[in-house]
């Protein structure tokens, strides 16, 4: 990696870790006191490594550097004399409680702990992917602010609520006792699956980022299955889902940035690697007797994977929407049920089933409408294009559905 890109590639996969063992050591009381120092330590590296050129390891030299700042801030801070001074009085012989601990293990302990403490019931959904992102993906406030579609001020107001609230309710960065983790891991695998449809589905034209947000809810997801107490059959099923989800990414925007339909879609662009590991993931989910809705949606992603066009594979994708609906009904589920029932059996059927949702301030309803309507009726299925062009909010929705119109002229 050359030299001017290695400290913001570092920023991204280091900041994070270190902010979350600091914060671990510290408690949220200090959340900014291990920002601070997190930053500075990248704000040191770029100093000297601009001088010297950077060490030969230096992931080494960023965790050295910023257990030394730790240590110096406990050293002349006066909490540090007031609270931990009376500890090390009886603390064994030998041990140092200034020692901030960076080993491999802390750190993958540290993120999972703040996981938990950062999807927190007491935090809005909103505020805990902020969080998750600032905090455990190391992303910037301006990337958090694209992410969002709104602004830096906006961003900051609502990490600095977000932060306060975790200090108000006095919340621990530690793993919940056991009895407690399956009902927080719900919280948790919420976030992520939140985290990963802010990605896939974002409206921001930032390719990379929404990659990248994607990706780092997959990372979030993978560091959960790949501990004993949190490796449960809904985080392998939500992990699959996201697999089959982003093996399809290149495929569903092309080089113009616009949006490609799914049966537009060039398969040949599909990630097969991801497709495998989802099926892998899958299989893991299969131990058990809890059926989640992550189950029901990786089944539904993976069959979207098989290129065929049959009617098999619509009919199976219909009655897991069936399943999923009795689950845990979502008026887009019902919606892209109802695609998969025209494939199945029709689209005057389906017209009838769409018809009763109703759903008069969804763009992508009336989408649906349009597309079930072509060859039907083209005045009707031009006349639902054109509602849906009047409520989209993305001009990158506007530009597929006036590709539709145009067809009609």
């Given amino acids: 990696m050359e030299h001017p890109e290695i400290i913001p590639h570092l920023f991204r996969t280091e900041y994070r870790k270190i902010v ?3 914060c671990r050591r510290f408690g949220f009381d200090q959340i900014e006191i291990a920002e601070d120092i997190a930053s500075d330590t990248f704000l040191t590296a770029a100093q ?30 006066q909490l540090f004399e007031k609270k931990i001074v009376p500890d090390l009085r009886s603390a064994p012989p030998g041990v140092d409680e200034t020692e901030v601990d960076l080993s491999p293990q802390n750190i993958n ?29 190391g992303f910037g406030i301006d990337e958090i602010a694209d992410a969002f579609l709104t602004n830096k001020e906006t961003i900051n107001k609502r990490l600095f609520r977000a932060k306060e609230k975790l200090r108000e309710e006095k919340i621990r960065i530690e793993f919940p006792a056991p009895p407690e983790i ?22 921001s034209r930032n390719e990379t980022l929404r990659k990248d947000l994607c990706l780092e809810a997959i990372r ?6 790949g501990n004993e107490s949190t490796n449960t059959p809904p985080a392998n099923a939500l992990l699959a889902l ?12 092309n080089k113009n940035g616009e949006i490609v339909l799914y049966e537009e879609q060039d398969t040949s662009l599909w990630n097969t690697e991801l497709i495998s590991k989802g099926v892998y993931f899958l299989r893991c989910s299969a131990h058990g007797a809890t059926l989640s809705k992550y189950h029901l949606e990786a089944s539904i992603a993976w069959w979207n994977t098989q290129k065929t066009d049959t009617k098999e594979k619509w009919e199976n994708i219909l009655q897991l929407y069936n399943r999923l609906l009795q689950l845990q009904y979502s008026p887009i589920a019902a919606l892209n049920r109802t695609f998969a029932l025209s494939k199945a059996n029709g689209k005057q059927e389906a017209i009838r089933e769409a018809e009763k949702l109703n759903l008069s301030g969804n763009h992508f309803y009336f989408t649906l409408l349009g597309e079930l309507y072509t060859g039907i009726d083209d005045k009707k299925a031009k006349e639902h294009f054109q509602k849906a062009l009047t409520i989209t909010r993305t001009a ?5 559905i006036q590709k539709k119109i145009d067809k009609f002229q």
């Fill in 20 to 22: 979350a063992v600091l």
């Fill in 48 to 77: 000297v490594w601009g001088l010297e050129g950077p060490p030969k390891n230096p992931i080494a030299w960023l965790y050295h550097v910023a257990k030394n700042k730790a240590k110096n801030h406990l050293l002349r801070d």
């Fill in 109 to 137: 302990d540290s993120q999972l702990q703040m996981m938990f403490a950062i999807c927190h019931p007491s935090l809005a959904p909103e505020a805990q992917i902020g969080l998750s992102l600032r905090i455990l993906c």
């Fill in 182 to 203: 399956e009902l927080r891991l719900a919280t948790v695998l919420t976030t992520i699956y939140l985290l990963f449809t802010e990605g896939y589905y974002s409206v």
């Fill in 220 to 225: 979030l997801c993978h560091m959960l299955v």
């Fill in 242 to 253: 996201m697999c089959f989800h982003a093996s399809r990414f290149d495929a569903r925007i």
């Fill in 396 to 400: 990158a929705d506007r530009q597929v």
